[in-house]
């Protein structure tokens, strides 16, 4: 009975220990995970402020015209419409575009222009739109084939009927 007693003891210290040794990791575990979003909460919000500093220096950079700026829209003309008499286009203000800006969007344009060509060819050189092309290809074919078969029997048609109007001719005048 001593002996029952020292195995039944023993497994409940062990299972004791596995419990004491799940608690200790879970709550390792929690401490690392919470000192891990502390940290990246950190690296946020200082990431928002490097973000807020460099708007408000665009902002004041934005607010602040340079002093030559009326200089030069005095000797620079602005097109406002060209070839045509809209009304839409009268209401329009007359906007100038700085050399960054106008790269920005000069590149944003080509880059959405290349994305479309790119999505064109690949639609296009889909295998449903293949098939589709070479069916259209070999109906077009046989109509083409059938119109000038139809147009060579028509002018052989006109051809005999002038052989035969010409030797019908030739004989009556002889």
Excluded: C, H
């Excluded at 690392?32 to 807020?52: D, N, W």
């Excluded at 097109?79 to 209401?91: A, F, L």
């Amino acid at each position: 009975m001593n002996e029952e007693w020292t195995v039944q003891a023993w497994t409940v210290v062990v299972a004791l220990l596995v419990l004491l040794t799940l608690t200790v990791g879970g709550i390792l575990l929690t401490l690392l995970g919470r000192r891990r979003a502390v940290a990246e909460r950190a690296e946020a919000l200082a990431g928002t402020a490097a973000l807020q500093e460099r708007l408000d220096a665009l902002e004041r950079r934005l607010a602040t015209p340079p002093a030559s700026a009326s200089a030069v829209e005095d000797r620079n003309y602005v097109i406002t419409r060209i070839g045509s008499d809209d009304e839409e286009s009268d209401r329009l203000p007359a906007t100038r575009v700085d050399g960054p800006l106008f790269a920005d969007l000069v590149l944003r344009e080509s880059v959405v222009q290349a994305a479309s060509l790119v999505a064109g060819l690949r639609r296009a050189l889909a295998p449903e739109i293949r098939n589709r092309i070479r069916f259209e290809m070999k109906r077009e074919v046989k109509r083409a084939r059938k119109q000038r078969r139809a147009d060579l029997r028509g002018a052989r048609r006109d051809w005999e009927a002038r052989q035969r109007a010409g030797t019908l001719d030739e004989g009556s005048a002889a």
